[in-house]
């Protein structure tokens, strides 16, 4: 009878040992493993083409060529890539086409097109938020896109777009070359009548001299902020204008409020930065200043006079193009003088200068402990923030106008790459 028992005791733990053999042969050896990814720095230049690479090696993660798209005439990718939830979007002067790219791959995912055919013609970088994308044209149009690819709404402004939009709650703004800043809900766009919720007229300080606005709007609630290359004035503008008193009817369509201009030197093609109460941006005149937006001073016989006090200024060598980042009591920001500079934003003091071998229009972006940037010598640099030496560059086989952007995969719901001197 013992032996019996053995016998069957034999037999179930050699059927044991069969499964688990079969079950630990459920997958073969030959199957590829999971892809993993690693955070991206993702540059395009003037050479049509996109890279993706790792923020701390430098090493290439992937490529993507748009010299093999349908030839367009003059066609430049000069505008910012963007990066939002896992894609890469992505526009260039002259073409019909939006790209939606797979940040992680490098992949076209989809081609978003005006249901008419009408080039977007963008030289500004689009603006992504949850479910709609935003993009002004040369043609003077501000598109509102699903992410889909589904145009919602857009909006002829008659006067062409060459700065980004910017949302801010529920809200999205725009600034055209014609000196119009515009509001209009994110969502639906003009009202029922087809007017935005305000519009800035943008005559500037003498009606002979209009505003043409290049620079990007940066926000600093309660006000919005953008830079004239005509008359080289900064505006502010009131984000909601005062009430008109009853029983008057406001105007249609309901003008923007202009609390401010502060006149710099030069024309302003640099967008401002908003932090902690500043307004920062380069100019032209060789020039970076930071404004104390909330020092109010009375004019003449008593009558209030909204004036931005200058904290401070830093004189570069040469124009300043770059947009400022403001970012853990530094500002980072480009000059064509071939140096990128880091100073306090406390005081204007220059912590350290990185040189290049080329003119710096390209605005900088944070990342971990460097910070990004490229030069017209056709190279991405990382910097260390603290010291200002280079950990490494990349020539990239064309000049870099445009600003990097970061792919970290561990951003929170919203995350857009740091772009026209905002942090996000």
């Not at 733990?13 to 993993?36: G, R």
Request: charged share 15%; aromatic share 14%.
């Amino acid at each position: 009878m013992a032996k019996h028992w053995r016998n069957i005791l034999l037999s179930l733990s050699a059927a044991t040992l069969v499964f688990a053999a079969c079950k630990k042969n459920t997958f073969s050896k030959d199957d590829p493993l999971p892809a993993t990814y690693s955070p991206s720095v993702i540059i395009n230049s003037d050479n049509q083409v996109m890279y993706a690479l790792d923020p701390n090696s430098s090493k290439k993660a992937w490529e993507l060529s748009f010299a093999y798209l349908p030839a367009i005439p003059n066609t430049h990718y000069t505008p910012s890539p963007v990066v939002y939830n896992g894609s890469v979007y992505m526009a260039a002067v002259n073409s019909d086409t939006l790209y939606k790219i797979n940040s992680r791959t490098g992949v076209i995912t989809k081609k978003i097109v005006e249901p008419s055919g009408e080039p977007l013609k963008c030289v500004s970088t689009p603006l992504v938020d949850g479910k709609f994308i935003y993009i002004t044209a040369l043609n003077g149009v501000l598109y509102a896109f699903d992410t889909s690819g589904n145009l919602q709404w857009k909006y002829y402004t008659g006067s062409s777009f060459e700065s980004s939009p910017v949302v801010y709650k529920t809200q999205v703004y725009a600034a055209t070359l014609g000196g119009h800043v515009f509001s209009f809900d994110k969502t639906t766009g003009p009202d029922g009548l087809g007017n935005p919720k305000w519009d800035y007229p943008g005559y500037g300080i003498t009606p002979t001299l209009p505003a043409k606005f290049v620079s990007s709007i940066t926000v600093g609630d309660p006000f919005i902020y953008v830079g004239s290359i005509s008359d080289s004035n900064m505006y502010c503008i009131y984000i909601d204008p005062p009430v008109y008193p009853a029983p008057a009817p406001p105007p249609t369509p309901y003008l923007g409020y202009l609390r401010w201009t502060y006149k710099a030197n030069g024309p302003i093609y640099s967008s401002p930065a908003a932090y902690a109460g500043y307004c920062i941006f380069g100019c032209t005149d060789y020039y970076v200043y930071c404004l104390d937006t909330s020092i109010d001073i009375y004019g003449i016989g008593g009558a209030p006079r909204f004036t931005p006090r200058e904290v401070w200024k830093f004189r570069t060598n040469s124009q300043v193009y770059s947009s400022p980042l403001a970012y853990n009591q530094m500002v980072y920001i480009g000059s064509n003088d071939q140096n990128l500079y880091a100073l306090n934003i406390i005081d204007g003091s220059k912590k350290w200068q990185c040189a290049t071998n080329g003119l710096v229009k390209s605005s900088p972006v944070v990342y971990g402990s460097h910070v990004f940037v490229g030069s017209y010598d056709k190279n991405l640099y990382a910097i260390d923030t603290g010291t200002g030496s280079v950990k490494w560059l990349v020539n990239v086989n064309g000049t870099i106008e445009c600003s990097p952007a970061v792919d970290n995969f561990t951003a929170p719901m919203g995350f857009q790459s740091q772009i026209s001197g905002l942090t996000y």
